[in-house]
């Protein structure tokens, strides 16, 4: 379902593991969010566009367009 989380994560070079730490959670927890077990919450969605410099649309497949949206001050 997220097949876009796992593109982004094997660009970077990064493991399942990697990105749970950046998540601050298990790489079982972020493996079932790639393999759509379980639906990522509000504020993973919100750390993982940071941390890939995306929009949450582009996370969710709701856009192709991966530039963020401008950010709010």
Same mark, same amino acid.
């Given at each position: /379902?997220? &097949? @876009? #989380?796992?593109? +982004?994560?094997?660009? =970077?070079? /990064? *493991? $399942?593991? $990697?990105? %749970?730490?950046? +998540?601050?959670?298990? $790489? *079982? %927890?972020?493996? $079932? !969010?790639?393999? %759509? ?8 969605? &919100? =750390? +993982?566009? +940071?941390? !890939?410099? *995306?929009?949450?649309? !582009?996370? #969710?497949? #709701?856009?192709?367009?991966? =530039?963020?949206?401008? @950010? =709010? &001050?």
């Amino acid at each position: /379902m997220y &097949k @876009r #989380l796992r593109d +982004l994560r094997e660009d =970077k070079d /990064m *493991t $399942q593991a $990697q990105i %749970g730490k950046v +998540l601050e959670m298990s $790489q *079982t %927890g972020y493996s $079932q !969010y790639e393999l %759509g077990i379980n639906d990522i919450p509000t504020a993973v969605l &919100k =750390k +993982l566009a +940071l941390f !890939y410099n *995306t929009s949450v649309d !582009y996370l #969710l497949d #709701l856009t192709d367009e991966p =530039k963020p949206y401008p @950010r =709010k &001050k």
